[in-house]
């Protein structure tokens, strides 16, 4: 890395936060508190706290003095740089979820970052999301370029398995997989809806459960939550038929709350808990629902995709038409709405999502084998989101735009991709360090204290 001194870095760390965040950390000062503080903790928490940072590195907004020659690539093209992605790929980012066909998947999950942009960005961000992890792990470089091959390879042969095939619904099942990503899936089918109600409301002494009252939550007043009951009434419109539920007692409203205490891209951004009736009367049946405002896309701050932000209503709309895109089988309750004009996106708050634990994955045959599948998954939610889905802004095949794109050309888009990964991952550990002396200082939007 050339070009740039420590103090210019520094800068462009500020300026880049500042112009994402600046709204929400005038909003909720104390939450953005916090959340700097998980972003402080180590390299991959910065990381995964700051697209923002990568998209204006990748882009090139961020100077060319930050290693454009080294972000920069031509492996996409007029087709491929415009596909649905994922937007925050990282390697925590995928764990398990019961779909509307009742099985249980392993797949990409978080899907708020969501928007249109070059394949190439989704897998540049996992392998350097791969790279500071194999760092923390104290594994060798080369040992890391191996996983970031793996997958790469993966990814690729799972693209050439939609182009010559015409079965498009590929996933990661429990009789397909095996290891950690077995194990989550395993963890999953143990998980019990009445745990979950046991651990959020309480029967009481009335008709009906209601939530538990505890610092994470906050009890509205009148006003507000007639707001809230009307955004729920018109996102009940926004289920597709198909996905909708015909028993007379679903969806009838028992409580709202206000929620906090969401992950690291979450801070500043206003949320609710919804409990409604499930598919009988039975007080086990009822189910939990999230209406979180939604965010503003990182990558959506540094392209140009005008006829991509007027084709939404607002940023909750985008989140649910690209998480359908990506994902196929979402959850049921998957749906939107708007309070005083922001978007919100509403879901189940699931007791069958499980995250994949990389704490017990060390050694690098182990990762291997994890990094394959999901690479795998990389390719089925970018090859899903074309014209075959429900959304009309891609309407072409991806599988074949990528195979297209890449040509000739795939040892070196692999070599290229792992050469970023460690460089970015090098990247990425030397602004944390300066992010968490500006932040000490005061300098970056609240203070620390």
């Excluded at 629902?289 to 990558?299: E, F, H, I, R």
């Amino acid at each position: 890395m050339t070009g740039m001194d420590d103090q210019d870095r520094t800068g462009t760390i500020i300026e880049v936060l500042d112009a994402a965040f600046a709204d929400l950390m005038e909003a909720d000062p104390v939450g953005f508190r916090g959340k700097y503080r998980k972003m402080a903790a180590d390299p991959h928490a910065f990381y995964r706290g700051t697209a923002c940072l990568f998209y204006a590195d990748v882009t090139g907004s961020a100077g060319g003095s930050a290693g454009a020659q080294v972000w920069t690539e031509d492996f996409a093209d007029e087709r491929s740089s415009r596909i649905w992605i994922h937007g925050d790929l990282h390697v925590e980012n995928f764990g398990t979820y019961l779909n509307s066909d009742g099985r249980f998947v392993f797949d990409v999950n978080d899907f708020d970052e969501a928007y249109l942009g070059r394949f190439t960005w989704d897998l540049q961000r996992f392998a350097a999301s791969l790279g500071l992890v194999g760092w923390q792990k104290a594994l060798p470089e080369q040992d890391v370029r191996d996983l970031v091959t793996r997958y790469l390879h993966a990814y690729l042969d799972q693209v050439d398995e939609y182009v010559e095939s015409d079965e498009d619904d590929y996933a990661l099942y429990l009789h397909n997989t095996t290891g950690p990503v077995h194990e989550a899936l395993l963890e999953a089918r143990e998980q019990r809806r009445t745990d979950l109600l046991a651990q959020n409301t309480t029967r009481g002494d009335g008709e009906h459960r209601r939530f538990r009252d505890d610092p994470s939550v906050r009890r509205l007043d009148d006003e507000e939550r007639a707001r809230v009951e009307q955004a729920y009434r018109d996102y009940l419109e926004t289920i597709p038929d198909q996905r909708r539920s015909s028993r007379a007692v679903f969806y009838d409203l028992h409580d709202v709350v206000g929620k906090s205490g969401f992950g690291i891209g979450s801070a500043g951004l206003p949320a609710y808990n919804l409990l409604i009736e499930g598919h009988s009367q039975a007080l086990d049946n009822d189910v939990v629902l999230s209406m979180k405002q939604a965010n503003v896309p990182a990558l959506s701050r540094f392209a140009d995709n005008t006829d991509v932000d007027s084709y939404f209503d607002h940023e909750g709309h985008r989140t649910v038409v690209s998480q359908r895109a990506l994902q196929v089988h979402t959850d049921p309750l998957l749906g939107h709405a708007a309070i005083d004009g922001v978007g919100y996106v509403v879901a189940e708050v699931s007791p069958y999502e499980v995250d994949l634990d990389w704490s017990g994955i060390t050694e690098p045959d182990d990762m291997a084998a994890v990094v394959e599948l999901l690479g795998r998954a990389t390719a089925k939610i970018h090859c899903a989101s074309d014209e075959d889905s429900e959304q009309d802004l891609v309407d072409f095949q991806v599988e074949e735009a990528v195979v297209a794109s890449v040509g000739e050309r795939r040892d070196e888009l692999v070599a290229w991709i792992s050469d970023f990964a460690i460089a970015y991952a090098d990247r990425a550990r030397a602004d944390h360090a300066l992010f968490v002396e500006a932040f000490r200082e005061g300098r970056i939007g609240v203070s620390s204290t």
